[in-house]
């Protein structure tokens, strides 16, 4: 189930239970996840089924199957190619560096915000799993080479 207001809220049925995600609106309609989640919503006319489903081979038509991990990992892939991202790096190393995990890890992992929201969003049962994404995104925000005055 989807709510739309000032942003998203989706009902996620991870298998044991039911969690609700927040996704709020983007500064530009481009890139906001909102306003791509009303477009797919209009174009596949769902209102109450889930969501993220395949599609008919040529994008016309939503199909009612939902969509497996391993599909959206080649959609992504496939994206990745087609958008030319990291296009400096030879093919096989692009698709090495993208997966349906980079959906979760690019947003934790570069996010300037507390953990504990993060914690939530991502659903991890532990504040130390958030703290393995967001690791990443502190590994050059001090310098101690430079304040060390080397």
Not at 93 to 118: I, Q, T, Y
Request: glycine share 6%; hydrophobic share 35%.
């Amino acid at each position: 189930m989807t709510e739309i207001r000032e942003g998203a809220v989706l009902t996620i049925d991870a298998s044991a239970c039911w969690r609700e995600v927040e996704i709020e609106r983007g500064s530009l309609e481009q890139t906001c996840p909102v306003h791509s989640l009303e477009q797919w919503l209009r174009h596949a006319r769902i209102d109450f089924r889930p969501v993220f489903v395949r599609s008919s081979r040529d994008g016309t038509k939503a199909l009612d199957t939902r969509l497996s991990d391993k599909h959206v990992a080649r959609l992504i892939k496939a994206t990745v190619l087609k958008s030319g991202v990291r296009g400096d790096l030879p093919e096989a190393e692009r698709l090495a560096l993208f997966s349906g995990h980079s959906l979760r890890a690019g947003p934790a992992s570069s996010a300037e915000v507390d953990e504990r929201h993060v914690q939530k969003h991502l659903g991890h049962a532990s504040a130390e799993m958030t703290r393995k994404y967001q690791s990443r995104r502190d590994r050059f925000r001090v310098n101690l080479t430079r304040a060390a005055g080397l």
